[in-house]
Each structure stands twice: as C-alpha cells, then as structure tokens.
C-alpha cells in the first residue's frame, strides 16, 4: 500500500495539530488498508529519520517514542483508509518533515512489532511541521 502524509503546518510552542496518513494505492491487491500496521516516522533538518508512533492493523495495539508520550496520539478510520496522528503541547524540537509508512510485514495482528526505520520501504511524501518558540 502507499500512504500519503498530510496536515502539516506552522503553530507556535503549545499549539496542536493533527496529521492525516490515508492510502494513495494498493500495490498488491490481496490486501487491504486494515492488514497493515502503520508508523509514523519524522526527520528533523540535519538529524536522522526516528521513528515516532505506532498502531496496528485494528488499532488496538499502539507505540509511542518517549520523546512525544503523553502529548501525541496516534489512532485509524480503516473505513477511511486513515490514519491519525494528533499532536498537542508541541515544542520547537518536534519540528521536521513527518512521514507515514506502512510495515513492511503485511500481518493482521492484535500486537505490534516496533521494527527499525531501515526495515520500512514505502515512503510517500511527507507533511512539514514547523513549531515556532
């Protein structure tokens, strides 16, 4: 599947903003939107792509780096092939370009497996989030 990043946007320090991820393609049509967990990844300039949050396929089972805890929340529509990236109390280091990816193991699963950036192989273009101190 190819996901497509968007929502993206300038706020100050505190501000919020929500981020949408929706499918763009199906490149193997035995599958569906909901037999994919999906991660959201972002790169800050001049810093390497880190993962930020996970969900899996049902949205039952989620991930959260410890540097965005407690201020984001990540969530899926599978009738709406979206999936959901809420961010609150924003601080100027959460600034960057956020991607959405789908896991490279296409598994309808209730546990999620955190597996490292290199691993994941569809990238669609990202949404820029700039947060202004």
């Known amino acids: 599947v190819q996901l497509q990043a968007s929502g993206g946007g300038s706020v100050q320090a505190g501000g919020s903003l929500r981020l949408s991820c929706a499918a763009s393609?199906?490149?193997?049509?035995?599958?569906?939107?909901?037999?994919?967990?999906v991660a959201w990844f972002r790169q800050a300039p001049g810093k390497e792509r880190e993962g930020v949050s996970s969900?899996?396929?049902?949205?039952?089972?989620?991930y959260y780096a410890d540097s965005v805890l407690g201020r984001f929340t990540i969530s899926r529509d599978n009738d709406k092939n979206t999936v959901y990236l809420q961010m609150t109390s924003l601080k100027s280091e959460d600034t960057g370009v956020y991607y959405c990816?789908?896991?490279?193991?296409?598994?309808?699963?209730?546990?999620?497996?955190?597996?490292?950036?290199?691993?994941?192989?569809?990238w669609g273009q990202g949404t820029l989030v700039t947060v202004s101190s």
């Open positions: 990816a789908p896991d490279p193991i296409v598994e309808r699963a209730t546990t999620l497996i955190i597996r490292p950036q290199p691993d994941f192989t569809s």
């Open positions: 393609g199906f490149t193997d049509s035995r599958f569906a939107f909901d037999d994919y967990a």
């Open positions: 969900i899996n396929s049902n949205g039952g089972t989620t």
